[in-house]
Structure formats: C-alpha cells, structure tokens
C-alpha cells in the first residue's frame, strides 16, 4: 500500500469520526431552540474555534438579529483599538474671574470631558470625593466666596439626550438616563421606599445627598408583609418631579435608581450644594453653559481643580461586565470626537460621528459593514441590527489583535460565568469556563463571548433570540444549556 493510499484512507477516517460528531452536536443544539416554548422565535447561533478558525456550528450565523446589549461589543471593541486602553477622561474647574480677599468674583465653570466615572456608583469611591476635593482646592487658592454662578460646560457632545428610538416608558429609569458631555452619578437618583406600617406611606430617602434638584411625590402605601411588592414610578416629562406609587410589603425596601431631566444641571446644582455644605459661599446659581451670552474662552481662565477617570480598560470592564449604558454611550461619542470623520452631514460630537469611526474597527475585523446597522453604542434601540457571523468576526479579531494590551483588556471586560458581573448568578457548573456578554431587551435575548470546552479548545460564539413569547429566563436557561453542551460536547 502506497503512501498516497494510507493518507487517503486517513483523510476518509477522519471525516467518518467527525461526521457522526457534527450531526450529533447539530442534532442536540436544534433540539434545545426547536423546543415548543421558543419555536415561534428566531434563533441566530454561530460558534467558530479560535485555534483552527473553522465553524463548529451555524444556525442562521448570516440573517439580521438585534442584538440588545450585545451591542456594546462593537462600542467598547472600537473604543479599545482607537483609544487605546489607558486613555483617560479629564474633567476641569476653572475660575472666570478675579480672586481677592478669599473672593471669585465671577463664575465657577466645569469644562466637562464626557466623563461617565465622576460620581458613579459603578465605582468603590464614594460619590462626593470630587466635588469635596474640589472644595478643598478653592479653600487652597483662597476661595471661600464666590459672586457669580456654577457654570456647567456640557458643548464636548451635542445636546441630543437620549438615543435613537429608545423607548419612551424607559426614560424614568436609570439604565436609560440622559446622556450630556457632563454627567454625574449615572445622571440618575438612587431612591430607597422603606415599608412603615400597614396602611401608610413608606418612608422615602435617596442619593446624591437627597438633593433639592428632584421633588419627590410620595404617594407610597405599606401593605401586609405577605403581599407582593408593586413598584410604582413615573417622572413627568420635561421635569425632574417624581411621583413614587409604589406599594411595599412591611419589612421590605423598594429600591430603583430613577433618570435625571438635563443631567448638567443635575451636576451644577449638586455641585453647589457640596460647596455650601463646605463652608463656600456663592452668590448664583448653577446654570447650562448655553445660557451665557458669550463662551468661555479657557486660554484666559484660571484652572483651579480637574478630575482624571480611570482609564479606559477599567470603564470597559464597567460596561461589558456590568452592562452600564450611560457609560457605553458617552463612550461612543468620545470615538467621535476623537476621530472625527470627514462628513459635513455629522456633528463631530454626535453619536452617528462616532458611529462612523467606528466602522473602520469593523471593517478591520472583515465585517461588511453595508450590512451592519447600528444607531446607539449601549443596544437599547430596537433599530440595531447584527448578524451572529458579525458578532463572532468581531470576536475572533479581537482575541488576535496585535496589540496584547487591547487584546487583554477586551477579554477582561467580560463577565465570568459563575464569577461575576451579568453572568455571576449563571454557568455555576462550569464557573470560569466562559466571558461573555449578555443582551436583553423585550422578547430580545443575546448571549456572545468565549468559551473554553472541556478538552481545551477555545471557541468564540454568540447566541441570539428575537420574538420569543416566553418569559427570558426560558430563552436564558436554553442558551446556558447551548452553551453547556458546546463545553461538554467538543
């Protein structure tokens, strides 16, 4: 027998043994999304190996799907290889006037950066300790008195405050706060509903400071302590008014952190009450930059005090991990500001300039992007549209970026199944075996990442779900059980 011979008996060897394992893997994969609570849906799966670049399995790997949250692979992907990981967000404090006998006379003005990290509660650090090192830098210079207003200079982005075609029942919450070039706590309070007795109001609290900027309408009820909880919010539009209507079993806390309208102003005034607090007196009040008649021109300004954000790794790790949309989008419009693309259609602060600079990621990573419709950088908009093919290509082009620090710090912005962030409470079984993104929206489910099986290959994937009729944790515990046997099975 020639050689020729033995290697075509090898070659016919192999395709037998694999054949078997294909159909079988195709075979238990269809049975999990042919199941009757999601066979009305539409299923999207690609999954490729990292080490060969083949495709371990394709179900529909090329048709549009939205992604929900998955979205924010394609911002914090573009964001890393433009930006670089360690780039960071400096926010400034400027005196525009003159100092004399511990007195500003003129105006204190914030040159905002488009920082989503000052006063966040994704961080350890506790919200004030900006504003009260601040404080300490006017007493340093001699401040203690301040004629003029608290400017907040908000023009780094447009003024448009929310995304595309987001839902207008989102607005109230926090996941949905308004997006401004000068954010502050999330641009979101943070309410706590405290249950009393049976039969009267709950007792209300809430953070930043319980800041005068909201009124809070507490039209709250106790009820017995075996009751359900009924939560109850709405902000009226235009206004920052909240009326709270939600029912609390004694014994329970109602909490949910409710959007701010114009978080500049959001800033300024809280801004101004931590320096009232500090012992600083001002005259005015905070106000909008666009309410001056001329700009500030900062060549001529007294810089007093700045904030320097994380880098940029540790603000991807925040939103990849934790799913943090504010932080996405702010993102999204610093790609653009960055890089600005030669288009007089775009605003240069806008998020469809940052859209534009961030196709030439997407293009790098051999995705057409004819095909690939995005119009947000966080996934709430329905109008999102990616294939799984796209999703895995992004994948695949990150885990072998040239650069190890952009590779790196990608791959540790992932939830770790069964560790922490999205996935902490999922793949408890197989703990540290996959990072990964998640994505939900209503009847919108997304799950795409990595996985590491347990013979060692190293697989990118990603899972979608549009138009299921059944709760989400069904469609969940169907992508876990994909994602367990691709572990298992390969």
């Not at 109230?172 to 997006?179: L, M, P, T």
């Not at 800033?267 to 500030?296: A, T």
């Amino acid at each position: 027998m020639n050689v020729l011979t033995l290697l075509g008996l090898l070659t016919l060897s192999l395709q037998a043994d694999a054949q078997p394992h294909w159909h079988s893997l195709e075979h238990e994969i269809g049975e999990i999304t042919k199941r009757p609570a999601t066979g009305n849906a539409w299923w999207g799966i690609y999954v490729v190996d990292l080490g060969t670049g083949q495709p371990v399995y394709d179900e529909n790997a090329g048709r549009s799907f939205m992604p929900a949250s998955g979205t924010k692979l394609y911002t914090t992907a573009a964001a890393l290889e433009q930006l670089g990981p360690d780039y960071q967000y400096r926010t400034q404090l400027f005196a525009d006037g003159t100092v004399a006998d511990s007195v500003l006379y003129g105006s204190l003005i914030v040159r905002g950066a488009g920082d989503p990290t000052l006063g966040s509660t994704q961080l350890d650090a506790p919200f004030a300790h900006v504003f009260l090192a601040w404080a300490d830098s006017l007493r340093a210079a001699g401040i203690t008195h301040i004629t003029g207003d608290i400017v907040g200079d908000d023009d780094i982005f447009d003024d448009t405050p929310l995304g595309d075609s987001w839902a207008w029942d989102d607005e109230v919450y926090g996941y949905a706060a308004q997006i401004s070039g000068l954010s502050f706590h999330d641009n979101a309070i943070d309410i706590a509903i405290k249950a009393a007795a049976a039969g009267s109001a709950a007792t209300v609290s809430w953070e930043p400071l319980a800041t005068s900027y909201v009124t809070i309408l507490n039209d709250t009820r106790t009820v017995r302590a075996d009751a359900a909880l009924e939560e109850g919010y709405r902000r009226l539009p235009g206004t920052n008014t909240v009326h709270l209507y939600s029912e609390v079993p004694e014994g329970q806390t109602d909490r949910e952190s409710i959007a701010v309208h114009n978080p500049t102003g959001f800033f300024v005034h809280v801004l101004h009450e931590v320096l009232v607090s500090q012992g600083i007196d001002i005259g005015g009040r905070g106000v909008d930059v666009d309410d001056l008649l001329d700009k500030p021109d900062y060549d001529t300004l007294q810089r007093l005090a700045s904030y320097t954000s994380p880098p940029l790794s540790a603000i991807v790790r925040v939103i990849n991990k934790e799913s943090q949309n504010l932080y996405a989008e702010l993102l999204l419009r610093t790609i653009g500001r960055k890089h600005p693309m030669m288009d007089e259609d775009l605003a240069e602060s806008s998020a469809e300039m940052g859209l534009a600079a961030a196709m030439e990621t997407y293009a790098a990573a051999a995705i057409d992007t004819s095909r690939l419709q995005l119009v947000d950088g966080s996934g709430l908009s329905r109008k999102n549209l990616v294939t799984p093919a796209m999703t895995v290509g992004l994948l695949q082009y990150m885990a072998n970026h040239a650069d190890p620090r952009i590779r790196t710090a990608f791959e540790n912005s992932l939830a770790v199944g069964g560790q922490d962030g999205t996935l902490q409470h999922r793949f408890r079984s197989s703990a540290g075996m996959i990072r990964a993104k998640t994505g939900s929206l209503g009847s919108v489910s997304s799950l795409s990442g990595y996985l590491r099986t347990r013979t060692g290959r190293r697989l990118a994937f990603s899972f979608v779900c549009n138009h299921y009729t059944v709760p989400a944790s069904e469609v969940r515990r169907a992508m876990d059980h994909i994602a367990a046997t691709l572990i298992s099975g390969l």
